[in-house]
């Protein structure tokens, strides 16, 4: 089978598969089972499989074995201060970041999201830290796992631009870090160890 045919057919059953999540109107509902089933078509075809049978490991893929979620960070500093965007949702500030989409490098995920929540451009120099976000000292706990990926990035162009996701942007210095952060995207022992991060490139990647 063409691997790239594979590859854009599972991308299309992602964004099916969830759409299935979030989606209430009955319609929308309609049209993501529709997308899921084309890309089920489109597998099968390529593969020489039943489509039946293509369903039944889908289901059986995500009852029998789960896998952690993987989510992004982008590390910006500027004048020795650290980027950071208030979120509509909750109100709080973070780092610009987001969830890996299917098909996307964890650097391309993390450079696409720092461009639409802040507006500024950059490239990724360096992995900084892996943390598992279920970890105790957490406030809220998830039914999945993630583990979050805090990526060091360069700022080579743009200018700060709010989105559909977030309300304002700004640079921090260390001492002006606002307490309203959203927790547990980010917490305030994670900020401070980013700017030793900065402070001493030559650490290794932290993880836990």
Same mark, same amino acid.
């Not at 997308?35 to 597998?43: D, V, Y």
């Not at 406030?139 to 743009?158: A, K, V």
């Given at each position: 089978?063409?691997?790239?045919?594979?590859?854009?057919?599972?991308?299309?059953?992602?964004?099916?598969?969830?759409?299935?999540?979030?989606?209430?109107?009955?319609?929308?509902?309609?049209?993501?089972?529709?997308?899921?089933?084309?890309?089920?078509?489109?597998?099968?075809?390529?593969?020489?499989?039943?489509?039946?049978?293509?369903?039944?490991?889908?289901?059986?893929?995500?009852?029998?074995?789960? *896998?952690?979620? /993987? &989510?992004?960070?982008?590390?910006?500093?500027?004048?020795?201060? =650290?980027? !950071?965007?208030?979120?509509?949702?909750?109100?709080?500030?973070?780092?610009?970041?987001?969830?890996?989409?299917?098909?996307?490098?964890?650097?391309?995920?993390?450079?696409?999201?720092?461009?639409?929540?802040?507006?500024?451009?950059?490239?990724?120099?360096?992995?900084?830290?892996?943390?598992?976000?279920?970890?105790?000292?957490?406030?809220?706990?998830?039914?999945?796992?993630?583990?979050?990926?805090?990526?060091?990035?360069?700022?080579?162009?743009?200018?700060?631009?709010?989105?559909?996701? *977030?309300?304002? /942007? &700004?640079?921090?210095?260390?001492?002006?870090?606002?307490?309203? =952060?959203? !927790?547990?995207?980010?917490?305030?022992?994670?900020?401070?160890?980013?700017?030793?991060?900065?402070?001493?490139?030559?650490?290794?990647?932290?993880?836990?």
């Amino acid at each position: 089978m063409n691997l790239q045919w594979y590859n854009w057919a599972k991308r299309v059953q992602t964004i099916a598969d969830n759409g299935l999540t979030f989606a209430e109107s009955p319609f929308d509902i309609e049209r993501y089972e529709m997308l899921q089933h084309m890309a089920r078509e489109i597998r099968a075809k390529g593969a020489d499989a039943d489509i039946t049978e293509l369903k039944e490991i889908d289901s059986q893929e995500f009852r029998h074995y789960s *896998t952690p979620k /993987v &989510g992004g960070r982008g590390v910006v500093f500027r004048n020795d201060a =650290l980027l !950071l965007v208030r979120e509509y949702r909750d109100n709080c500030w973070i780092l610009p970041g987001g969830w890996v989409d299917v098909g996307e490098s964890p650097s391309e995920a993390i450079v696409r999201e720092i461009y639409e929540e802040s507006g500024y451009r950059t490239r990724v120099l360096k992995l900084l830290a892996i943390y598992n976000r279920n970890v105790p000292n957490h406030r809220l706990q998830f039914l999945y796992n993630i583990y979050s990926l805090f990526f060091l990035c360069e700022l080579i162009g743009g200018s700060a631009a709010t989105s559909i996701e *977030t309300s304002d /942007v &700004g640079f921090f210095d260390e001492d002006k870090i606002p307490e309203e =952060l959203s !927790l547990p995207g980010v917490t305030p022992a994670q900020i401070t160890r980013l700017f030793e991060h900065y402070r001493h490139p030559e650490w290794p990647t932290d993880y836990d």
